[in-house]
């Protein structure tokens, strides 16, 4: 029995802890992921998991997970609300403690030797904005834990909610970016195929869709035109060569006037199958002062994809086209019209506003690399000069790892850019799941080079971290692509600032990189220490 005063005193080490964690950026996975594991370190238990409500869509996602054995759930997956005891808990808003999953049917097994679970609603404003779930192969073993649990939630709410307000401006900002480069080939383009094209490219190439086409109704209003089309298998039509409007979603959606989305293609009539592995479907009416001049289309394999962010930025989308498409028609008409010169004039007055805005709102964003995630060179520097002027002041040791991924021209030359984008993103991954503290930081140095920060580290604490950090990217999934399963490797260069009399931060740069040179020189995979 643990005396009580012993429980307090790490029941506040949590909390600290969490604290830490939760405020460190406002970046909304990795947040979650910091705050898991604590949870996870903290109560030992089998299973951490952190999930968030889409109330559009009427379904949670797991945004963090902490396990000791294979689940069956992943960050990005999640269920309708209502299911399982995460569901119940996301709908209703109570927090549940189940003494003994296997006397409850609802229970949703998703760790093999689960016994009890507590599932704790975290509110922020009286709304919710998360719910932590955690399982344990005892049972009864959350029944003394829920005042602490609940302090936790109570501790991240607000931070949970500043990182929701992030991603919605972050991806604001995303989709402002794509609009602008729309609005440029809009005024660019020499013909309006040109401009149809890149509207359905975006949508499979960056929004993640499987299908996307445009369909514009012909001169008698009864069939569609199919005016461009991306994806991943050759289009379909319902009848012959041509796709009547009276037919499938499309059709449906051109005569309402109303977006359509199915979530379960199956469970609609009207859904006319283009692959078998389709599962979701929405369709947007692209119009103009009350015309509908056609549908912009898209499916997907995955019905996650459909969130309400990416749900807005189709119809946007939808609006560019719908102003490409009438103004193409005007020039047909009118192509020496002043009316065209103004309009195209104003067009470009307009577009020139969203560029500059969106310009400042991806300044504001630009301290964080958008291919892997972490945070960029300029945010290291920042962070650099931040802590180096730190340890100055406590004087205590700063360490500098750089990190370099071995061999990755040649696999980058063999696989291509994508894999080779896969391979960053695995890295970097790895990397931030390393992290112990929550002021240790992570960025992506250039190409394929990363840094990590670790304050108040000496060289041996660095080194055996480093250590620990190269083992975990080697024991990742085998290399895409490679044959054999070839595995990842890191080559590792460390500095501390122990060794710095009357110097600066570029010195503990200075020395980290030279320390990365000999571990590439050595024989790469290998970590070495600079002195």
Not at 17 to 26: H, I, P
Not at 29 to 58: G, I, W, Y
Not at 409 to 426: A, M, P, V
Request: a negative charge; one cysteine or more.
């Amino acid at each position: 029995m643990i005396p009580a005063h012993e429980q307090e005193g790490r029941a506040l080490t949590l909390l600290n802890e969490v604290a830490r964690a939760a405020v460190l950026d406002l970046d909304l996975r990795p947040m979650l992921q910091r705050v898991t594991n604590s949870l996870f370190h903290f109560f030992d238990c089998e299973l951490v998991a952190c999930a968030t409500v889409d109330e559009e869509q009427s379904r949670f996602v797991f945004e963090a997970i902490a396990s000791k054995l294979p689940t069956s759930i992943k960050v990005g997956s999640g269920r309708e609300l209502g299911s399982g005891i995460v569901g119940i808990v996301a709908q209703r808003g109570d927090p549940v403690v189940l003494d003994d999953v296997r006397e409850v049917p609802e229970y949703i097994r998703v760790s093999e030797h689960a016994l009890s679970e507590a599932c704790i609603p975290v509110f922020h404003a009286n709304r919710l904005v998360a719910i932590l779930d955690l399982e344990s192969r005892e049972v009864g073993f959350f029944r003394d834990k829920i005042s602490l649990l609940q302090t936790v939630a109570e501790q991240v709410a607000g931070s949970i909610s500043g990182a929701h307000l992030y991603k919605e401006v972050w991806w604001q900002a995303r989709a402002l970016e794509m609009l602008n480069e729309m609005g440029r080939t809009i005024l660019e383009a020499d013909d309006l195929e040109e401009v149809l094209d890149r509207t359905t490219s975006y949508m499979v190439e960056r929004l993640g869709m499987s299908v996307a086409n445009v369909l514009l109704l012909d001169a008698t209003g009864e069939f569609f035109d199919v005016a461009s089309f991306s994806g991943e298998h050759e289009m379909k039509f319902p009848s012959g060569d041509r796709w009547p409007v009276s037919v499938g979603v499309s059709g449906r959606c051109a005569r309402t006037g109303e977006p359509q989305l199915i979530m379960d293609v199956d469970a609609d009539p009207d859904y006319v199958a283009s692959d078998e592995f389709i599962r979701a479907e929405y369709c947007v009416p692209i119009s103009q002062n009350d015309e509908i001049l056609g549908v912009l289309n898209v499916e997907s394999r995955d019905p996650a994809v459909f969130s309400s962010r990416r749900l807005g930025t189709i119809r946007s989308m939808a609006n560019q086209a719908a102003g490409a498409i009438r103004m193409a028609r005007l020039n047909e008409r009118l192509v020496e019209s002043r009316r065209v010169v103004e309009e195209k004039t104003e067009l470009l007055r307009e577009t020139n506003e969203r560029l500059e805005k969106a310009n400042t709102e991806l300044e504001r964003l630009s301290t964080v690399d958008f291919l892997t995630q972490v945070p960029n060179r300029r945010r290291f520097d920042e962070v650099l000069d931040k802590e180096w002027r730190r340890a100055l002041r406590t004087r205590r040791a700063l360490a500098l790892l750089f990190v370099d991924v071995d061999h990755f021209k040649d696999y980058n030359d063999t696989h291509g850019h994508q894999k080779g984008d896969e391979c960053l993103r695995l890295v970097a991954e790895s990397l931030k799941g390393e992290l112990r503290r929550a002021a240790d930081f992570v960025a992506r140095y250039g190409g394929e080079e990363f840094a990590l920060i670790l304050p108040e580290t000496d060289s041996g604490q660095a080194g055996a971290q480093a250590e620990r950090i190269r083992n975990a990217v080697e024991n990742l999934v085998p290399l895409p692509g490679e044959p054999g399963g070839g595995r990842l490797t890191i080559s590792i260069g460390v500095a501390t600032s122990e060794i710095i009399e009357n110097g600066d931060s570029s010195d503990l740069v200075r020395l980290a990189d030279n320390a990365l040179y000999r571990a590439k020189k050595d024989g790469r995979n290998r970590v070495v220490i600079g002195a």
